[in-house]
């Protein structure tokens, strides 16, 4: 059976601000969202939220998984039950390499025993690499990159690289990529935007949070969703990105009496227990 994420009704703030004021969104496996908006429209603060970032308040609504409600789990257990989220501003940890981070995260999500305070069974390290180099070489990542430190000194693209890694070592059920086009030139969108589609298939179900639909022409989502002042206006297919294309937001704004938003508030730059 296909696991759903429903989000009934959301409301969402930020230190008292309402930023999500009501949003509906179905995602199953197998299906590819876009969700597009303005800077401003609650796109990230959406994201943060729903991988439970406690800088964000949830007002009202419901978000299930599967069936189960997650607004009350932790971070480390939306992520045991499949929930996965790529940051817009990924963080650098010096020291610690990607091949011994991504060991921790997959063995904390896998493990039966990773929450409270018991300890994290560690994937066997024969496994691990073995596993490792397979998603690697798919990738189409050089084995050199495992031995650097997280994010330390990464270039933009290397950085959203080293994320997409990461989504093909936990094998979530669905994926929130947030802003993963951000700051990106051309040719590293490309890159990031092939190697997504390296992943995906009936297992994977995949929230693409844009502004910009330059990254769609190499991800094609099923279902575009426009966000505008905290609520989903209008959803279809590739035909709303094509619109935002050639008109941007300013007629959808004109459509509903929209003002243009303000700058929403920033997220933290990562979650440090959401993959550990």
């Given at each position: 059976?296909?696991?759903?994420?429903?989000?009934?009704?959301?409301?969402?703030?930020v230190?008292?601000q309402?930023?999500?004021k009501?949003?509906?969104?179905?995602?199953?496996?197998?299906e590819?969202?876009?969700?597009?908006?303005?800077?401003?429209s609650?796109k990230?603060?959406?994201?943060?939220a729903?991988m439970g970032?406690?800088?964000?308040?949830i007002?009202?609504g419901?978000?299930?998984?599967?069936g189960e409600?997650i607004?009350?789990?932790?971070?480390?257990?939306?992520?045991?039950?499949?929930?996965?989220l790529?940051?817009?501003?990924?963080?650098s940890?010096p020291g610690?390499?990607?091949a011994?981070?991504?060991r921790m995260?997959?063995?904390?999500v896998?493990?039966?025993?990773?929450?409270?305070s018991k300890?994290?069974e560690?994937?066997p390290?024969?496994e691990f690499?073995?596993e490792l180099?397979?998603k690697?070489?798919?990738l189409?990542?050089?084995?050199?990159?495992?031995?650097r430190?997280?994010n330390?000194g990464?270039?933009g693209?290397?950085k959203k690289?080293?994320e997409?890694?990461?989504?093909a070592?936990?094998?979530p059920?669905?994926?929130?990529?947030?802003?993963?086009?951000?700051?990106?030139d051309?040719d590293a969108?490309r890159?990031?935007?092939?190697?997504?589609n390296q992943l995906i298939?009936p297992?994977l179900?995949?929230l693409i949070?844009?502004?910009?639909?330059?990254?769609?022409?190499?991800?094609?989502?099923?279902f575009?969703?426009i966000?505008?002042?905290?609520r989903?206006?209008?959803?279809?297919?590739?035909?709303l990105?094509?619109?935002?294309?050639g008109?941007g937001?300013?007629?959808?704004?004109e459509k509903?009496?929209?003002?243009?938003?303000?700058v929403?508030?920033?997220a933290?730059?990562?979650?440090p227990?959401?993959?550990?």
């Amino acid at each position: 059976m296909s696991t759903e994420l429903v989000i009934k009704d959301l409301q969402i703030s930020v230190e008292g601000q309402s930023i999500i004021k009501g949003l509906n969104l179905n995602i199953k496996q197998g299906e590819i969202h876009a969700l597009m908006g303005p800077n401003g429209s609650g796109k990230s603060t959406l994201a943060n939220a729903l991988m439970g970032n406690p800088s964000y308040s949830i007002d009202s609504g419901e978000v299930t998984m599967g069936g189960e409600d997650i607004l009350e789990l932790e971070p480390n257990e939306r992520a045991k039950l499949g929930l996965f989220l790529a940051f817009q501003y990924p963080t650098s940890i010096p020291g610690v390499s990607m091949a011994n981070f991504l060991r921790m995260a997959v063995s904390a999500v896998r493990s039966e025993n990773s929450n409270g305070s018991k300890t994290t069974e560690m994937i066997p390290m024969r496994e691990f690499r073995r596993e490792l180099r397979t998603k690697m070489k798919q990738l189409g990542v050089d084995e050199s990159f495992a031995r650097r430190y997280l994010n330390d000194g990464f270039s933009g693209g290397e950085k959203k690289r080293a994320e997409i890694l990461q989504l093909a070592m936990l094998e979530p059920k669905v994926a929130i990529l947030d802003e993963t086009d951000s700051g990106l030139d051309i040719d590293a969108v490309r890159i990031v935007g092939e190697s997504v589609n390296q992943l995906i298939g009936p297992d994977l179900g995949v929230l693409i949070i844009t502004h910009y639909p330059r990254l769609l022409d190499y991800i094609r989502p099923q279902f575009v969703h426009i966000l505008l002042d905290g609520r989903i206006v209008e959803s279809g297919g590739w035909e709303l990105a094509e619109l935002l294309e050639g008109k941007g937001y300013d007629p959808i704004r004109e459509k509903y009496g929209i003002a243009e938003e303000a700058v929403e508030t920033e997220a933290d730059e990562s979650l440090p227990s959401l993959r550990a």
